[in-house]
């Protein structure tokens, strides 16, 4: 069936860049999505890839997508503060509920 | 307002009792969603509505577990006989199209909690 695999925590130091990796079942995917979720709050869309890219920057994100390892990652360049969140990998294969698949969330913690 | 809505945001209740969580979406959008957010589970999905064609319940963990949507806007979850296992966070989302970018939007959730 489908999954989409993330680690759960991702420790990095401020100013340094994080890397959050996914990894998905599904190679019917068309879009595949990282979500934000802050403290209390619900999530938010951060970025999607179309399934026939392989790259998708915006500002200090960028989304690498490998189709042929099913392998997703977010890198936010110079992390600060208030980048720390859940962030979660999510795909959209066309099944049911449009078909909208998510990991379990890492966590980035921010060191100062 | 502009987001979507949830009620309550937070809920106590005593094993046995029925517990009705409220979704408001935003205006317009024909889409929406429960999700489930339990400490380390990541996000269930539990069930969707899209338009007037029927509800995926798929998601549905028991019988005790139902959902409604009236008039196409607000949604009901409702669960019946709470356990334990059931204290988690209700997240509704909604979205005003299918397919393409599939971008849902989320709201705060209802914090649910089974003494």
């Known amino acids: 069936g489908e999954d989409v695999e993330q680690s759960l925590f991702l420790s990095v130091r401020e100013g340094d860049s994080s890397v959050i990796n996914c990894t998905y079942t599904?190679?019917?995917?068309?879009?595949l999505y990282w979500y934000k979720q802050e403290p209390g709050a619900g999530l938010q869309l951060l970025t999607y890839?179309?399934?026939?890219?392989d790259m998708k920057q915006d500002q200090r994100l960028t989304v690498l997508l490998n189709k042929k390892d099913k392998h997703l990652s977010l890198r936010i360049a110079d992390t600060q503060t208030g980048d720390s969140a859940i962030y979660f990998c999510?795909?959209?294969?066309?099944?049911?509920?449009?078909?909208?698949?998510f990991g379990k969330g890492t966590h980035l913690i921010i060191q100062p | 307002g502009a987001g979507v809505s949830q009620s309550p945001s937070n809920k106590v209740t005593e094993k046995g009792k029925d517990v009705e969580l409220r979704c408001d979406p935003i205006s317009g959008h024909t889409a929406l969603y429960w999700y489930r957010q339990s400490l380390g589970q990541g996000l269930e999905f539990l069930i969707y509505?899209?338009?007037?064609?029927?509800?995926?319940k798929s998601g549905l963990p028991s019988d005790r577990f139902s959902a409604e949507r009236t008039g196409g806007s607000v949604s009901t979850l409702t669960i019946q006989r709470t356990q334990q296992e059931d204290s988690a966070v209700y997240l509704c989302?909604?979205?005003?199209?299918?397919?393409?970018?599939?971008?849902?939007?989320f709201g705060e959730g209802s914090r649910l909690t089974v003494l």
């Open positions: 599904d190679s019917s995917s068309t879009y």
């Open positions: 999510a795909e959209n294969s066309g099944g049911g509920a449009d078909g909208l698949t």
């Open positions: 989302a909604s979205s005003f199209r299918t397919g393409a970018a599939g971008e849902l939007f």
């Open positions: 509505f899209q338009g007037n064609s029927a509800p995926d």
């Open positions: 890839i179309f399934s026939n890219m």
